[in-house]
């Protein structure tokens, strides 16, 4: 990264870990600005990599929670627990629909920082999207770079 005279090329990186309650969204756009504000980067990239293949990083409305709601239904009409097409069970019922998810929705995403904060628009938060019925323990890199 080369930068002229307003800045410094910045790169941070960090760990989030998340104690999930099983199935559902964890809201994450806090904690994720949080990073970004400690840095002092006002321009750049945050990269979020979640270390996993059962659940899902998405940006998605963070008002209206039906809206999380409707997701969830479609998702599980979309690789349902328990269909027998599945044979990788050994986890359970719900691990290969979980898989199947995660590879849908994805394990990544890539936020702008613009003016030192997170550029999301006015309904968008950040949310880990646990697909497994029990709690898990889940990790997600957070990858920093722009300039100050």
Not at 5 to 28: D, F, M, N, P, S
Not at 100 to 124: M, N, T
């Amino acid at each position: 990264m080369q930068c002229d005279q307003r800045g410094k090329a910045v790169w941070r990186q960090a760990e989030i870990r998340i104690a999930t309650r099983g199935r559902g969204y964890h809201e994450l756009t806090a904690e994720v600005g949080s990073q970004v504000r400690g840095t002092g980067i006002r321009t750049g990239i945050c990269h979020l990599f979640l270390r996993h293949t059962s659940a899902s990083l998405c940006i998605t409305e963070n008002a209206d929670p039906e809206v999380r709601r409707d997701l969830q239904r479609f998702v599980e009409r979309l690789a349902p627990d328990g269909d027998p097409m599945f044979r990788h069970v050994a986890e359970g019922p719900d691990d290969m629909p979980a898989h199947v998810r995660s590879l849908v929705i994805g394990c990544e995403l890539s936020l702008p920082i613009r003016a030192g904060a997170l550029g999301l628009g006015s309904w968008q938060g950040v949310y880990l999207w646990e697909h497994r019925q029990h709690a898990m323990q889940r990790e997600i890199i957070v990858t920093l770079a722009g300039e100050s």
